[in-house]
């Protein structure tokens, strides 16, 4: 993870698991009072699919800063250094344009939508396209910055050649016949 942005993923962080308690509690309240009570509150959707855009967007930031998105790197991993170098400018540059894709299209949306507000929050449409522009935005950020401590001759940990701290699993007639008995 970036360490100048060490101190904002963990306020992601802490949003995340915010949000993701806020949208729990309110449609479980929600449900409860819908089927026992014939009641219900009134802005629970709303407030949960904005949350939820949010939650989900934050979330794929702070995967992209931990490195924890999925990779696969059965080929790359054996290439000799300079050939997995230009893998890793090709990967960051690729990423890099899908960043701003998504952040000229939110934006796009967001300028469109701010105009319209949500018939029960009164909040505006666009809040929830702006996750899109914050999270392209951030993801920017990291790969640039990424970009440049690798120009600078630090290669992320996936990309660097590093392997797993686990053995890979293997199953062996010997071992299963083991766990049999």
Known sequence: MPEPLRWLFKVFDILVVVGMAVISLLIF????????????????????????????????????????????????ARLPQKARFACFLVSYSLMLWCCWLLGRGSWALTRIEWGNITPLTGLPVGLTYAAGLVAAIMMALILLLELWRSLRGTLPRTWAGAKSDQPPLTVSPASSQERIQ
């Open 29 to 76: 309240t929600n449900v409860v009072l819908r089927y026992g009570f014939s009641s219900g509150i009134p802005f629970a959707v709303e407030v949960s699919r904005v949350i939820l855009v949010w939650v989900i967007f934050l979330g794929a930031v702070v995967g992209l800063a931990k490195g924890a998105h999925l990779s696969v790197d059965a080929l790359v």
